[in-house]
């Protein structure tokens, strides 16, 4: 037995991820050793596999493959030394003249040609060869095709390792997807329970009160309630499922009005200039949560002292609308204009927040079929923009 070295030991943990020596022959790998017959003008041609002491024939032309000792297979030397050959008759090769391949006792090799199967990473794992009983002159033209019919074996390979990798990823995702409806589910119950509490005891609050200014101040909270219910319905039916989001036409200004009411205990609408928001197609609770991320965002890090100074307005492009939150806050450093949209990324820890905010807001923009990033604003501060297709009329 061939002693195993850490080259033959690479070599197996690659045929092992390939899955290669245990299956049955590829139709794939069946049809580039004929191919490879043809080009060669022989009538014989396989593909080797190689592990410590044994020549594996994963797929055959002209004669039925059989597993061998490596130590007797012509291509062992191809293998080893990763060079590719080409003879007009391999009992004239020191190398090859006295192997059973080409005496008699396995075979009667005379036209011999083998080029390494290697792999992207670089491992040699076997050869394509092609062979003949007959002599034949050494073809530079077919020596070039074999060459590239061995590239196409080794693709076979790598396209079905990711064809696996695939499906396993695919099968692991239907069970995160599983567990996160499950985790989705329940923490909508956690929610949903209080903020209807809280709805009830609005209502009765609301018969009881009679003076003007409580009356107005409780029926808004007890609209902020409801919309923030259909809003926690929406994004955890959306992290739930990933499914893309609803088709309605959305009047963002509606859903900014919306926004702008709920966070009328942070943000007074005086220090938000609106200009004209356009309509969109998509889920207005969702895109609602964007637009009051943003706005929050732009109040919060106004400088210490200063009342904010916000500007919320949008710009038609080519099939899109831009949709901008200026502010006259401490701005965003350029190299972390990407990393503020990474989950959990917070730049500045002195300021409430989890960090998952903009993440969350380019996820939705995203599912919109949009896209969503930020500039320095000129004169300081940062614009927060985001991209939506403009709706079709038609």
Same mark, same amino acid.
């Given at each position: 037995?061939?002693?195993?070295?850490?080259?033959?030991?690479?070599?197996?943990?690659?045929? !092992? +991820?390939?899955?290669?020596?245990?299956?049955?022959? @590829?139709?794939?790998?069946?049809?580039?050793? *004929? $191919? %490879?017959? #043809?080009?060669?003008?022989?009538?014989?041609?396989?593909?080797?596999?190689?592990?410590?002491?044994?020549?594996?024939?994963?797929?055959?032309?002209?004669?039925?493959?059989?597993?061998?000792?490596?130590?007797?297979?012509?291509?062992?030397?191809?293998?080893?030394?990763?060079?590719?050959?080409?003879?007009?008759?391999?009992?004239?090769?020191?190398?090859?003249?006295?192997?059973?391949?080409?005496?008699?006792?396995?075979?009667?090799?005379?036209?011999?040609?083998?080029?390494?199967?290697?792999?992207?990473?670089?491992?040699?794992?076997?050869?394509?060869?092609?062979?003949?009983?007959?002599?034949?002159?050494?073809?530079?033209? !077919? +020596?070039?095709?074999?060459?590239?019919?061995?590239? @196409?074996?080794?693709?076979?390979?790598?396209? *079905? $390792? %990711?064809? #696996?990798?695939?499906?396993?990823?695919?099968?692991?995702?239907?069970?995160?997807?599983?567990?996160?409806?499950?985790?989705?589910?329940?923490?909508?119950?956690?929610?949903?329970?209080?903020?209807?509490?809280?709805?009830?005891?609005?209502?009765?609050?609301?018969?009881?009160?009679?003076?003007?200014?409580?009356?107005?101040?409780?029926?808004?909270?007890?609209?902020?309630?409801?919309?923030?219910?259909?809003?926690?319905?929406?994004?955890?039916?959306?992290?739930?499922?990933?499914?893309?989001?609803?088709?309605?036409?959305?009047?963002?200004?509606?859903?900014?009005?919306?926004?702008?009411?709920?966070?009328?205990?942070?943000?007074?609408?005086?220090?938000?200039?609106?200009?004209?928001?356009?309509?969109?197609?998509?889920?207005?609770?969702? $895109?609602?949560?964007?637009?009051?991320?943003?706005?929050?965002?732009?109040?919060?890090?106004?400088?210490?002292?200063?009342?904010?100074?916000?500007?919320?307005?949008?710009?038609?492009?080519?099939?899109?609308?831009?949709?901008?939150?200026?502010?006259?806050?401490?701005?965003?450093?350029?190299?972390?204009?990407?990393?503020?949209?990474?989950?959990?990324?917070?730049?500045?820890?002195?300021?409430?927040?989890?960090?998952?905010?903009?993440?969350?807001?380019?996820?939705?923009?995203?599912?919109?079929?949009?896209?969503?990033?930020?500039?320095?604003?000129?004169?300081?501060?940062?614009?927060?923009?985001?991209?939506?297709?403009?709706?079709?009329?038609?």
């Amino acid at each position: 037995m061939t002693a195993r070295s850490d080259t033959d030991a690479r070599r197996e943990r690659v045929l !092992a +991820a390939y899955d290669a020596l245990d299956r049955p022959p @590829r139709r794939e790998l069946d049809a580039l050793v *004929e $191919l %490879a017959a #043809r080009v060669a003008g022989v009538p014989f041609a396989a593909v080797n596999l190689f592990t410590a002491d044994t020549q594996h024939q994963v797929a055959t032309t002209g004669f039925e493959g059989t597993d061998s000792a490596r130590e007797d297979a012509l291509c062992r030397v191809v293998v080893e030394s990763g060079q590719p050959i080409m003879l007009e008759d391999a009992r004239s090769d020191r190398r090859f003249a006295d192997s059973p391949w080409t005496t008699g006792e396995v075979g009667d090799v005379k036209f011999y040609g083998s080029h390494p199967l290697t792999t992207p990473s670089g491992v040699v794992i076997g050869t394509l060869c092609v062979f003949d009983s007959a002599t034949h002159a050494v073809d530079d033209e !077919a +020596a070039r095709g074999l060459a590239q019919l061995a590239d @196409r074996v080794v693709d076979v390979l790598e396209l *079905e $390792l %990711a064809s #696996r990798r695939l499906r396993e990823v695919n099968a692991r995702l239907a069970t995160s997807n599983e567990r996160l409806a499950h985790f989705a589910g329940q923490v909508s119950h956690d929610l949903k329970n209080p903020l209807t509490s809280i709805s009830l005891s609005l209502e009765s609050l609301e018969l009881e009160v009679t003076d003007p200014y409580q009356v107005d101040t409780v029926a808004r909270a007890r609209r902020g309630v409801e919309r923030m219910t259909e809003m926690i319905g929406g994004l955890l039916d959306f992290a739930a499922q990933g499914a893309a989001p609803g088709d309605d036409l959305v009047d963002l200004g509606e859903e900014l009005d919306a926004a702008l009411d709920d966070l009328a205990g942070r943000v007074g609408r005086v220090h938000v200039a609106v200009g004209s928001l356009p309509t969109v197609r998509g889920d207005g609770p969702q $895109l609602r949560s964007v637009l009051m991320n943003l706005v929050d965002n732009a109040a919060k890090f106004s400088p210490a002292g200063a009342a904010p100074d916000i500007e919320v307005d949008a710009r038609a492009l080519d099939k899109h609308h831009r949709i901008e939150v200026r502010d006259r806050g401490r701005g965003i450093p350029p190299d972390q204009h990407e990393r503020i949209f990474a989950p959990l990324a917070r730049l500045d820890k002195t300021v409430d927040g989890s960090g998952i905010g903009l993440a969350t807001c380019r996820r939705i923009v995203e599912a919109h079929g949009g896209s969503m990033g930020v500039e320095d604003r000129s004169g300081g501060g940062a614009v927060f923009w985001f991209e939506l297709p403009a709706p079709d009329r038609a």
